[in-house]
T-cell receptor
């Protein structure tokens, strides 16, 4: 009955590698997001998709490439990982019903990425 | 873009006392203000939210107030309990089209309840 799920939960990898994080939501929501939470707990949005279409693309290195095969999935691929990419990455979803500024976002459990 | 400031960054209160966390925002077009609680190692979870057509909202021991003129909103927790210990984030929503509801988060307040 998990609403928003992510895999893997933990990811430890070497600098320069390429890795992917997967996110799925079973809430029937139209909008999904990726957030990065750094070591100081600061939460910052990276991307949002609505019905598989990229809507928000914050100033994120192009080594980060989101992909949404359908509206229930939003994956994040990271190329050439750097030390500074170490963080917790949260996926989230919201209904995306078109009601402006009033969308509760539900977060996944997070993926803890450590780049060595 | 939107800028959300949150204070204090840490807060310790005796069990049973009240806790208040304050946030200010910069974008006068923002009109949705949620509060999230994040326990250690867990995901952020919505605890209460307020929309700009309301000045105050209460849910049991938790209340949020909004002053649109001054562009600030606050979280009030009364009769605090040990399980209230967590990091609390305020956020403001700015966007103009569905799917563009970007939440800008404050920097978080680590609340510790002292038994």
């Amino acid at each position: 009955d998990t609403a928003v799920s992510q895999t893997p939960k933990y990811l430890v990898t070497q600098m320069g590698n390429d890795k992917s994080i997967k996110c799925e939501q079973n809430l029937g929501h139209d909008t999904m997001y990726w957030y990065k939470q750094d070591s100081k707990k600061f939460l910052k949005i990276m991307f949002s998709y609505n019905n598989k279409e990229l809507i928000i693309n914050e100033t994120v290195p192009n080594r980060f490439s989101p992909k949404s095969p359908d509206k229930a999935h939003l994956n994040l691929h990271i190329n050439s990982l750097e030390l500074g990419d170490s963080a917790v990455y949260f996926c989230a979803s919201s209904q995306g019903s078109g009601r402006l500024h009033q969308e509760t976002q539900y977060f996944g459990p997070g993926t803890r990425l450590l780049v060595l | 873009g939107e800028n959300v400031e949150q204070h204090p960054s840490t807060l310790s209160v005796q069990e049973g006392d009240s806790a208040v966390i304050k946030c200010t925002y910069s974008d006068s077009a923002s009109n949705y203000f949620p509060w999230y609680k994040q326990e250690l190692g867990k995901r952020p979870q919505l605890i209460i939210d307020i929309r700009s057509n309301v000045g105050e909202k209460k849910d049991q021991r938790i209340a949020v107030t909004l002053n649109k003129t001054a562009k600030h909103f606050s979280l009030h927790i009364t009769e605090t309990q040990p399980e209230d210990s967590a990091v609390y984030f305020c956020a403001a929503s700015s966007g103009s089209n569905f799917g563009n509801e970007k939440l800008t988060f404050g920097t978080g307040t680590r609340l510790t309840i002292i038994p």
